[in-house]
Nanobody
Framework: QVQLVESGGGLVQPGGALRLSCAASRNIFGVYTMGWYRQPPGKQRELVASITSGGSTSYADSVKGRFTISRDNAKITVYLQMNSLKSEDTAIYYC?????????WGQGTQVTVSS
């Protein structure tokens, strides 16, 4: 079992940047995928970015070129660097670990982009 804790959310102006962190309670071994999801107000949850145990990354079209997902194995942490933020990026962001047969979620961190 793994616990995930997100941090780094906050209020930023359009065009600003934030880095979200997701710390796992222990090392993850074998095949897995970690991802960042977000849920804007009144909308469904959507996948923003993911990274596999092999290092492959993927991004939603809406964030390509602006967001970067990365992993620090030594610190058991996954990051989401968010640049050139837009008001449409406002959402609660959740860290997810898919580690078959388990699916773990963090508690979420609020990102608000507003002038």
């Amino acid at each position: 079992q793994v616990q995930l804790v997100e941090s780094g959310g906050g209020l930023v102006q359009p065009g600003g940047a934030l880095r979200l962190s997701c710390a796992a309670s222990r090392n993850i071994f074998g095949v897995y995928t970690m991802g960042w999801y977000r849920q804007p107000p009144g909308k469904q949850r959507e996948l923003v970015a993911s990274i596999t145990s092999g290092g492959s990354t993927s991004y939603a079209d809406s964030v390509k070129g602006r967001f970067t997902i990365s992993r620090d194995n030594a610190k058991i942490t996954v990051y989401l660097q968010m640049n050139s933020l837009k008001s449409e990026d406002t959402a609660i962001y959740y860290c997810n670990l898919r580690y078959s047969p388990y699916d773990y979620w963090g508690q979420g961190t609020q990102v608000t982009v507003s002038s």
